[in-house]
């Protein structure tokens, strides 16, 4: 309790006083650790402009008991560090709603439309940081190193700077993000991201010990490991608190020397924010609608490059899709970047579990011999080079292999979650979209014109009309083609020049 008091005053904050919380406070045998029952207690030194980070993705493993006494609190401008917001209503949205926030610092905000509100209005600062960054940034920070070269995010905005981090109100840039430095290694372009650390850390875990270990529970671990080791003070909110040795040693998580507050929740809302379930033995629906007709024809097609053995990452909508149409004889591992490898179907009724989702927040269930990790394991896994396959969605591809699909400047901001890492690990990358917009634009073009996901990094494009191979050299060439349509019908509908195969064939009618 000293050392943790002293960690606290070494931070010159004034300290904000509860008088509604009066529970007492007790130290455990580990003098670094102390085991609060009152989440108001445990939040009531975190002062206005502090830099707060806050665990969870989406919101699973959310310290959802802690948010709320933050509201109650009061604390404001805040610099909140999360991969996500919450939604509207729930998690880091309550404190959206209530204007503690000042800046955040997060990859995906797609979920929360009052976020997006807030940042296009000019009422809230964002700074949008790749997910896999945003993960070795906290790392680094818990391990003592001050920067660190990535590939993510070369050539985009991230890299060039001038994203907007806060609108004015007539929709001009106010601030603008700052460029990286760039540098090459053996031959491969990187930019220099700078570590975090956190004033606190608001984390959430399943179990902790009184030494202050702590467990986490299936993907739930995701940014609360990593959160926890980068920050000057730690509180952590758990489901049960158990004696020292009920954990073993090879299932700690989290190592106590890096908890300063352990607080026990209870009447957890653990919120699914995309609840899917399936009855047991149920045939896919057959699709109807024409919308759905052209998907699932992407989607099908995008399946056939699914290879028995292979480690896959499928990205938000039609990617995740796919999937579906996995052969029976063939085994592929699926990796999520919340932190799962061996992703299984959704789950059927009952089966559902908070604990238990994938990058797009829906509910899921695992396979035999799949495994658990912490936000920035999983991206090591993919920077590192290790997937063999990324399937993604795109907003537009150009001829040699751009790829946008994350923003469109003073319109539409959902963040670029871990596509940028995604495309910079040299995995083979598939892109799945519509040929066209809904008001019959070109997305297929000489150069994007929307910000930048990655360079030259799409290997295979998957429309509804057609299947493009893509030479970071020599461009596109059109290798398959529907039915439905002519090459000249192809050469209508796309922005750019392309070659035609001369073994073109039929896309397969899966």
Known sequence: MAAMLRKLTSLAWPVHRVATCTASLSTSSHRNVAFIDCPLKAVKDIPDGATL?????????????????????????????SNNAGTSDFGLGMLLQSHQIKRMISSYVGENPEFERQYLTGELEVELTPQGTLAERLRAGGAGIPAFY?????GTLVHHGGSPIKYNKDG??????????????????YIMEEAMVGDFAIVKAWKADRNGNLVFRRTAVNFNAPMCKAAKVTIAEVEEIVECGE????????????????????NFVKMIERLRVRKAGEALPKATKPSD????????????????????????????????????????????ENGVLGLGPYPTEGEEDADLINAGKESVTYVTGASFF??????????????????????????YGDLSN???????????????DLVACHSRVVVTMEHNTKEGSHKILEECKLPITGLQCVDMLVTEKCVFDVDKQNGLTLKEIWKDYSVDDIQSSTGCDFKVSPSLQPMPQI
Not at 53 to 79: D, Q, S, Y
Not at 247 to 266: A, L, N, Q, T
Not at 306 to 313: C, I, S
Not at 406 to 420: D, S, T, Y
Request: charged share 20%; aromatic share 8%.
């Open 53 to 81: 980070f806050v665990g969870g993705f989406g919101v699973c493993g959310i310290p959802e008991k802690l948010i709320e006494a933050l509201v109650k609190h009061g604390v404001r401008n805040l610099t909140a560090v």
């Open 150 to 154: 990535t590939p993510t995010g070369y």
């Open 172 to 189: 001009s840039i106010a601030i603008p993000s700052k460029p990286r430095e760039p540098r090459t290694f053996n031959g491969r372009k």
């Open 247 to 266: 954990i073993p040693p090879e299932d700690v998580h989290v190592s106590g020397i890096y908890v300063d507050m352990v607080y026990k929740g209870d």
């Open 293 to 336: 007709i052209i998907r699932e024809r992407i989607i099908r097609r995008a399946a056939l490059e699914f290879k028995d053995g292979m480690y896959a990452n499928l990205g938000i909508g039609m990617p995740i899709l796919a999937s579906n149409f996995i052969p029976d004889h063939m085994t592929v591992h699926l990796q999520s």
């Open 374 to 399: 912490a936000s920035d394991e999983s991206f090591a896994m993919i920077r590192g080079g290790h997937l063999d396959l990324t399937m993604l969605g795109g907003m537009q591809v150009s001829k």
């Open 406 to 420: 994350w923003m469109i400047p003073g319109k539409m901001v959902k963040g670029m979650g871990g596509a940028m």
